[in-house]
């Protein structure tokens, strides 16, 4: 369980993209009745347009999105194709918008204001891109992001990238561990507090997914989900279905027969759903993104069911025997 100012996660749980520029199409208040728990949100997105004042003045970031659930911020790291880091130096990082070029800067200590202005519940550190071959710098800029706390309502959690940093940084007072999927997951794990949670980042889908929670992942992403929902990609138990092209059976019933979410629930058939795409209607791809994101969280509550009786690796074999290889 994840305990947050806006309510306990039960875990493992899958946090789905939050803020506009990472959009998926769905409002926050579909995206709860999908089953979403935690919205997890790009410092960087925010920093460039409104800008973090403006969320500020309209009351924080739950006010902002209308989310009155648990809320994650990421540590400005994460940036669109188009925006570039320009210069790492001991202080901080300079990046050039993707927008307009305009330049700006990220440091710890403005990070940490960045996310306590968002009011986010859980904040990641900003490490440095090079954190892995300057483990100095990477501290310093851990310590740096500890002593810039003025709030004690919002959890803070590192970022590591080696099992040598996350024998260092562990014994910092943090409150959670984030590493990325790539990383030597388990190593880097055993090196922190077993009662951190552990944050597994930029998971694409399912495969990614099996291994975290295996490693003992409590928070993942899973990017593919609204992805494949934009191009007429949709999930089911066996296997993806595109939606776009000419069925070879009947396609006059839902997108997935039993499926609980509420384009196959409220009666769109798979072949309208087939016609918005090819009519370029925007209700397509956000039918097909509620249909996937109700998946993915159909899946984590089998996975939670599974692991609370120990068969993950029975479910998981047994679920992609089905679902055919990822
Ligand atoms: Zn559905």
Redesign the pocket.
Known sequence: MLHTAHGDVETPFVGIAGTPGDSNGVSPAELAALGTRVLTTSTYQLLVRPGVDIVRQHGGLHQWLVWDGPLLADNGRSLPPTARLLRVDNDGLTFASHIDGSRFRLTPESCIAAHEALGADIGLALDPPDADRDAERTERWAKRSLEARTRSDQALFVVVSTSAMARTLGGLPFDGLALHVNSNGNAISACVPEHWPRYWQGGAGLTELFDGIQQGADQLDWTDATRLAHVGQ?YTPDGLLDITLEPSSDDSG???AG???????TGFARRYVRHLFAANELLGPTLAS??NL??VQAVLESVRKAIRVDALADFRASFMNRYGSA
Do not use: K
Request: proline residues 7%.
């Open positions: 949709l839902p997108i997935q499926c609980g979410c509420s384009a196959c629930t509620m249909h109700w998946f």
